[in-house]
């Protein structure tokens, strides 16, 4: 069974920096593409970004402030976010895409307070 941990989401004020990690059971290469997206209260979950072995995408929101990056040593991808903004706040979740299957994380929290 595959298992995305993600881990490092927490408080931070506007302005500030966080990274988030994701941690996967298998090697990442196994995948098609791995990606972070959020989800605030009342909305839908959203695009943070994605990573494959030949393309990075971001979000426009994201664009210019979040860097995705990964180690494949370590199995992780993680999400730089900088001048954090409050509607940031949301709960990320790590996701991860095979030639078949797709799988999610647990989601870690991130608030950003004004």
């Known amino acids: 069974q595959v298992q995305l941990v993600e881990s490092g989401g927490g408080l931070v004020q506007a302005g500030g920096s966080l990274t988030i990690s994701c941690v996967a059971s298998?090697?990442?290469?196994?995948?098609?593409?791995m990606g972070w997206y959020r989800q605030a209260p009342g909305k839908q979950r959203e695009l943070v970004a994605t990573?494959?072995?030949?393309?990075?995408n971001y979000a426009e929101s994201s664009k210019g402030r979040f860097t995705i990056s990964r180690d494949n040593a370590k199995n992780a991808v993680y999400l730089q976010m900088d001048t954090l903004r409050p509607d940031d706040t949301a709960v990320y979740y790590c996701?991860?895409?095979?030639?078949?299957?797709?799988?999610w994380g647990q989601g870690t929290q991130v608030t950003v307070s004004s």
């Open positions: 996701y991860a895409k095979g030639a078949w299957l797709a799988y």
């Open positions: 298998v090697s990442i290469s196994e995948f098609n593409a």
């Open positions: 990573i494959s072995s030949d393309s990075i």
